[in-house]
């Protein structure tokens, strides 16, 4: 599988992604992690977020796993990466690390304005 | 949890209703807990930001909304349309009885007519009263079966055989009621208003668009099956143009007959062979129709200069044809994103 062919991801879609990586969430916790990780830079709405999970389950970057019932009785469902969102993280994450090294490298030479 | 959070989570889980099927089955549930969450950790910091949320809530939901719908379409169209064409390959109706009584209406009007003619045969002021509505009885009577046809067929809820008579049956009302509001004169009743006319038109037409987009909803097949008892109803009233004053041409409404069982033969073709057969159903029933017109509008020797009817007959003919299988086509994907099924 060429990760490449799926970057550059979208802000939200990363932030998703990297809320997942340390393991399962539900979606209350993703929201709030998105806007931790991002400094409150990228506050998605309930629409939005459940919007791009669909998509992730879709393309099997993440998955669904059952957490039992919350207090009112109602399904509790948390999401985590698959093999293949780990992938697409990672290469997204090292895609971002090569432009800020480029970026610095030429910072370094005087280049940058 | 206090009222209002309780009062706006309902409202929340109202609106989740306008997402597509499968999106709400899959994430409505776990929207609004998650909405529900979100209000009551707001509202531990205040109102304002109880508020705030509310409203960045409800400022996303129309593009969160439309943005799904979006991709769903997108997954149905990306299948194809010719995927749309070809599913439910094995679609036709089994009982041969009943693929033979939804191909009747044709044989119905086109035998009414031609018995009709041949009943009349002359201009109806040189022959006896008797003789003339003899054969008004049996040129109308097949189209008050078919209206009768229809109309049972819409309280059984359109069972497979009988979206051909539903369509003749709208036809021919539409074609029965303008007759009749054009002809008050000949009766010595006052004409109807243009106003009146056009919520005549509007009227019927609505009637129209109900009975394909009824069957729209069940695939293009079946609105298929609606547009050509559309055609067949369209396509005879030709023949009672020949027959009707000052052309009289008895003799062009006797084919009505074999033109009828033509039809029957394409609508039987239509309801029991692959969708390859159906597309050729269609369009030889629209060439058929068009011949039809053709010969019969050559009759009527229209004054030098005078508009020709003949263009927008025809589009009426081939539009009746058309809108079935196109708004099934339409139809029954907009029936999955909506319903699921």
Same mark, same amino acid.
């Given at each position: #599988?060429?990760?490449?062919?799926? @970057?550059?991801?979208?802000?939200?879609?990363?932030?998703?992604?990297?809320? @997942?990586?340390?393991?399962?969430?539900?979606?209350?916790?993703?929201?709030?992690?998105?806007?931790?990780?991002?400094?409150?830079?990228?506050?998605?709405?309930?629409?939005?977020?459940?919007?791009? @999970?669909?998509?992730? @389950?879709?393309?099997?970057?993440?998955?669904?796993?059952?957490?039992?019932?919350?207090?009112?009785?109602?399904?509790?469902?948390?999401?985590?990466?698959?093999?293949?969102?780990?992938?697409?993280?990672?290469?997204?994450?090292?895609? #971002?690390?090569?432009?800020?090294?480029?970026?610095?490298?030429?910072?370094?030479?005087?280049?940058?304005? | 949890?206090?009222?209002?959070?309780?009062?706006?989570?309902?409202?929340?889980?109202?609106?989740?209703?306008?997402?597509?099927?499968? $999106?709400?089955?899959?994430?409505?549930?776990?929207?609004?807990?998650?909405?529900?969450?979100?209000?009551?950790?707001?509202?531990?910091?205040?109102?304002?930001?109880?508020?705030?949320?509310?409203?960045?809530?409800?400022?996303?939901?129309?593009?969160?909304?439309? %943005?799904?719908?979006?991709?769903? $379409?997108?997954?149905?169209?990306?299948?194809?349309?010719?995927?749309?064409?070809?599913?439910?390959?094995?679609?036709?109706?089994?009982?041969?009885?009943?693929?033979?009584? &939804?191909?009747?209406?044709?044989?119905?009007?086109?035998?009414?007519?031609?018995?009709?003619?041949?009943?009349?045969?002359?201009?109806?002021?040189?022959?006896?009263?008797?003789?003339?509505?003899?054969?008004?009885?049996?040129?109308?009577?097949?189209?008050?079966?078919?209206?009768?046809?229809?109309?049972?067929?819409?309280?059984?809820?359109?069972?497979?055989?009988?979206?051909?008579?539903?369509? *003749?049956?709208?036809?021919?009302?539409?074609?029965?009621?303008?007759?009749?509001?054009?002809?008050?004169?000949? $009766?010595?009743?006052?004409?109807?208003?243009?106003?009146?006319?056009?919520?005549?038109?509007?009227?019927?037409?609505?009637?129209?668009? %109900?009975?394909?987009?009824?069957?729209?909803?069940?695939?293009?097949?079946?609105?298929?099956?609606?547009?050509?008892?559309?055609?067949?109803?369209?396509?005879?009233?030709?023949?009672?143009?020949?027959?009707?004053?000052?052309?009289?041409?008895?003799?062009?409404?006797?084919?009505?007959?074999?033109?009828?069982?033509?039809?029957?033969?394409?609508?039987?073709?239509?309801?029991?062979?692959?969708?390859?057969?159906?597309?050729? &159903?269609?369009?030889?029933?629209?060439?058929?129709?068009?011949?039809?017109?053709?010969?019969?509008?050559?009759?009527?020797?229209?004054?030098?200069?005078?508009?020709?009817?003949?263009?927008?007959?025809?589009?009426?003919?081939?539009? &009746?044809?058309?809108?079935?299988?196109?708004?099934?086509?339409? *139809?029954?994907?907009?029936?999955?994103?909506?319903?699921?099924?």
């Amino acid at each position: #599988m060429d990760y490449q062919d799926n @970057l550059p991801l979208s802000e939200a879609v990363f932030f998703i992604l990297l809320s @997942l990586a340390p393991g399962p969430k539900h979606g209350y916790a993703i929201m709030k992690d998105v806007e931790a990780l991002s400094d409150a830079r990228v506050s998605l709405s309930t629409g939005t977020l459940y919007g791009a @999970l669909k998509r992730l @389950l879709d393309g099997g970057w993440v998955q669904r796993v059952d957490e039992g019932q919350d207090g009112s009785g109602r399904e509790r469902k948390s999401y985590a990466l698959t093999q293949l969102g780990k992938g697409i993280l990672e290469a997204e994450t090292a895609r #971002m690390q090569n432009l800020v090294v480029t970026a610095q490298k030429r910072s370094s030479e005087g280049g940058l304005i | 949890m206090n009222l209002v959070i309780r009062r706006l989570s309902n409202f929340y889980a109202f609106l989740t209703v306008l997402y597509p099927y499968e $999106f709400r089955q899959d994430f409505a549930n776990e929207m609004q807990a998650v909405f529900q969450e979100k209000l009551i950790a707001a509202s531990k910091t205040g109102k304002w930001a109880l508020w705030h949320d509310i409203w960045k809530e409800l400022r996303g939901l129309p593009v969160a909304i439309l %943005t799904e719908y979006w991709f769903t $379409f997108r997954d149905t169209l990306g299948r194809g349309i010719m995927f749309l064409i070809t599913e439910d390959k094995s679609w036709r109706i089994e009982n041969r009885r009943d693929a033979l009584i &939804a191909s009747l209406p044709p044989v119905l009007m086109g035998f009414g007519i031609a018995l009709g003619a041949l009943v009349i045969w002359e201009p109806w002021h040189t022959i006896p009263r008797w003789r003339l509505m003899t054969g008004f009885v049996i040129t109308l009577l097949p189209g008050l079966i078919i209206g009768l046809g229809g109309l049972w067929a819409l309280i059984k809820r359109i069972p497979s055989w009988s979206h051909t008579w539903v369509g *003749g049956a709208g036809m021919g009302l539409v074609l029965f009621v303008k007759t009749i509001a054009e002809e008050r004169a000949d $009766f010595g009743l006052p004409l109807i208003s243009p106003v009146m006319d056009i919520v005549l038109l509007i009227l019927l037409l609505l009637i129209l668009a %109900t009975l394909i987009g009824v069957s729209a909803w069940q695939g293009w097949r079946h609105a298929g099956m609606v547009s050509l008892g559309f055609a067949t109803m369209a396509g005879m009233a030709s023949f009672s143009m020949a027959m009707a004053a000052p052309f009289n041409r008895y003799d062009l409404a006797l084919l009505a007959a074999p033109v009828g069982l033509a039809m029957a033969s394409l609508i039987f073709l239509f309801v029991r062979k692959g969708d390859g057969g159906r597309v050729i &159903a269609i369009l030889v029933y629209g060439a058929m129709n068009t011949v039809v017109f053709l010969i019969v509008a050559s009759i009527w020797n229209l004054p030098e200069g005078s508009p020709s009817p003949v263009i927008p007959f025809l589009v009426v003919l081939t539009g &009746a044809l058309l809108v079935g299988p196109i708004a099934g086509l339409i *139809g029954r994907p907009v029936r999955r994103v909506i319903q699921g099924s």
